[in-house]
Nanobody, 117 residues
Framework: QVQLVESGGGLVQAGGSLRLSCAAS????????MGWYRQAPGKQRDLVAT???????NYADSVKGRFTISRDNAKNTVYLQMNSLKPEDTAVYYC???????????WGKGTLVTVSS
């Protein structure tokens, strides 16, 4: 089994910054992609950013230039640096890992980010 634990959410004013962290543990073998998704109230869960074990990144258009995803492979940890936050960034942010060896996704429980105007 694989477990994901997120941290770093909270309340911030518009224009501020937050850094999310997600540590993965368990049976993690080989190639994988880690990422962040978010779900605002009443909306579907959407991609924010992903990063492969080789370091290739992908971002939603809405966060490009403001958010940066990174990872520490030795610690199986992924980070999301969020700058210039906007009220529309308010959502529960979920950490995800897709492990090629299993062909499966695993999810964290989520961390709430609230951006006040």
């Amino acid at each position: 089994q694989v477990q994901l634990v997120e941290s770093g959410g909270g309340l911030v004013q518009a224009g501020g910054s937050l850094r999310l962290s997600c540590a993965a543990s368990g049976s993690i073998f080989g190639l994988n992609t880690m990422g962040w998704y978010r779900q605002a109230p009443g909306k579907q869960r959407d991609l924010v950013a992903t990063i492969t074990s080789g370091g290739t990144t992908n971002y939603a258009d809405s966060v490009k230039g403001r958010f940066t995803i990174s990872r520490d492979n030795a610690k199986n940890t992924v980070y999301l640096q969020m700058n210039s936050l906007k009220p529309e960034d308010t959502a529960v942010y979920y950490c995800n890992i897709y492990i090629v060896y299993y062909g499966k996704d695993y999810w964290g429980k989520g961390t709430l980010v609230t951006v006040s105007s």
